[in-house]
Nanobody, 121 residues
Framework: QVQLVESGGGLVQPGGSLRLTCVAS????????MGWYRQAPGKQRELVAA???????TYADSLKGRFTISRDSAKNTVYLQMNSLKPEDTAVYYC???????????????WGQGTQVTVSS
């Protein structure tokens, strides 16, 4: 009963910027954390950044300083600001929420369908 919808992907030149948005909707008791992952063709899905309900953030070491995660808890929305983009950043970017739907069952990992980011000149 939870939907995560990503937006903001597209084609950008090397050195450019994009801001991704993920909105969670549906039956939500509590969101414990939200994060961004990415997966390039033929490669493993990897964590990009995450933010918890207390505001703590985590970044992949190689991306820290270029990418910034933020949230608007009142809107169940998380953002990923991506700067100084490189061709190797090309991937499908997925939003994930650690979401409690029914309190007694604990958190559930809910994934969006992804948004394509292509960095090319």
């Amino acid at each position: 009963q939870v939907q995560l919808v990503e937006s903001g992907g597209g084609l950008v030149q090397p050195g450019g910027s994009l801001r991704l948005t993920c909105v969670a909707s549906g039956t939500i008791f509590k969101i414990n954390a939200m994060g961004w992952y990415r997966q390039a063709p033929g490669k493993q899905r990897e964590l990009v950044a995450a933010i918890t309900d207390d505001g703590s953030t985590t970044y992949a070491d190689s991306l820290k300083g270029r990418f910034t995660i933020s949230r608007d808890s009142a809107k169940n929305t998380v953002y990923l600001q991506m700067n100084s983009l490189k061709p190797e950043d090309t991937a499908v970017y997925y939003c994930k929420g650690a979401i409690v739907i029914v309190e007694a069952l604990g958190e559930y990992g809910s994934w969006g369908q992804g948004t394509q980011v292509t960095v090319s000149s």
